[in-house]
């Protein structure tokens, strides 16, 4: 058996196409969105990144603009930026990008944001209105992981979704949007005493870890329809997933790494931002 | 095998203890210690535990003031006495008592309460800086869960914790919790496929549902630690709780019900008032 290829990409675009559309209506309307992304760091990835998000935004017509506040700014700096933006009745999007300066988390900064501009769910009122059932933008890289599920249609309720990994930006948010579509959710990590026994009780499994290659054939149940989160780089320059290759001959479908939960993931983030500015 | 009986009478009183010197120190300072239980219900279990509330309040010296505003109360009103309470300096601790009129809910109703007073975890926020492992009140039933298990020595981290029911004031709280401490954690409902298979792989169970009698000897592991939250009258005026009694013999340890759960609830409620008071 090969597992099904859950791409991302065909949703990716469906999903931009119909953000284009709803964009070009807000602007000629005379109400251009604009999404701000505020840096702090000077990691390469997450430059690149970022590049990526401006660039996927300028394709649906939505201005990024990038606030680089250097890898020195402080607490207070970054937090001022936020409450600025969130302010400003042209910004409609505001993510806060990671890493961040030593000692400081997104956790803590993420209150800085408002939470109605809030379009990548960084701050824990989103989290918390999320976990409550109540309308909330979820982080997008959890949201694309149900998104993804959703269009292939997969079915979630009842079944035995497997989290790995409990960040507060995916394993967490992922665990409450699985739980809201009635799925039965573990959610295992570094310290689970026996990951496989774990991990291979999910009919879906949801790695979001970092680590390349953690997840084998091993980890899985036979069928399982596994979307893998992680994004590690490669030597060459390459992106790798949670998942190895391998575990594709006993899963049944399974998400690429690129071309998953990524643009996926992007697209979320700029259909969030038109949604704002369609409420403003 | 007849399982330990985790009592939790003793703890709540040596919480209590501890919460009375507090509480005295506050008012021989001249900061009397004050929480206001807003209930909006005719119903008779409600108005028990509120009295309950109350008169444990007495004890340790905490003023609770009942704000009963009937079951015909709007959300304006619910609200708008929330945000007065919220704004007085001389009130530590809000909590509104559930049920409320149909169609309020303490998920919507709970973001007007001010989040340094929301001692039982009600609005969306303070669930959300939880589940971000910032500082908040959990909703005190959830946080009894683990305050049991720590003091009586139940290993957590590492190991599988098996909830049952995933409300917003239990299941969901506790879940997170529970990953706090570094539990591997499933959560499970009503439309779990297999309920029995799930449960019984649980180390730890936490029962959350409000159903007498859910959990049966036959959803246990062998050994494991069952904390049963369920408060379920029964016909003659009693309480039982979602475990079985019968499911004694399979677990190593359970707490009873009542006296169980419900006491360090109680007495959560009231440390979370002083340490309120304490930092005003």
Tied chains: 1, 2.
Excluded at 38 to 57: H, N, P
Excluded at 195 to 213: F, H, K, P, Y
């Amino acid at each position: 058996m090969t597992a099904q290829t859950l791409s991302g990409k065909e949703l990716a675009a469906s999903i931009r196409e119909d953000v284009t559309l709803r964009v070009a209506e807000l602007t000629a309307s005379g109400r251009p969105v604009r999404l701000a992304v505020v840096t702090a760091t000077e990691d390469e990835s997450s430059a690149w990144y970022v590049r990526a998000i401006a660039k996927a935004a300028a394709k649906v017509g939505i201005t990024c603009d990038i606030a680089d506040l250097g890898s020195k700014a402080d607490r207070q700096k970054i937090s001022d930026t936020l409450v600025a933006l969130s302010a400003d009745p042209a910004v409609h999007g505001i993510i806060l990008q990671t890493p961040l300066p030593e000692g400081l988390t997104l956790e803590e900064l993420g209150s800085a944001i408002a939470p109605e501009k809030d379009v990548d769910g960084a701050n824990p009122l989103s989290l918390g209105r999320l976990a409550a059932g109540l309308p909330a933008f979820a982080p997008a890289t959890a949201e694309a992981v149900v998104t993804i599920l959703e269009h292939y249609d997969v079915p979630v309720s009842g079944r035995h979704a497997v989290v790995v990994g409990r960040s507060t930006v995916v394993g967490k948010p992922a665990a409450h949007l699985l739980l809201d579509r009635h799925a039965t959710v573990t959610v295992c990590h570094s310290r689970t005493a026996d990951l496989a026994a774990v991990t291979s009780q999910g009919e879906i499994l949801v790695a979001a870890v970092g680590r390349a290659g953690l997840i084998t054939a091993d980890h899985l149940k036979d069928g399982a329809v596994v979307i893998d989160v992680g994004t590690n780089p490669t030597p060459d320059g390459g992106l790798v997933g949670d998942v190895d290759a391998a575990a594709a001959e006993r899963a049944s479908a399974m998400t690429p790494v690129p071309g998953g939960v990524g643009p996926v993931t992007t697209a979320l983030l700029l259909r969030h931002t038109a949604e704002v500015a369609e409420r403003a």
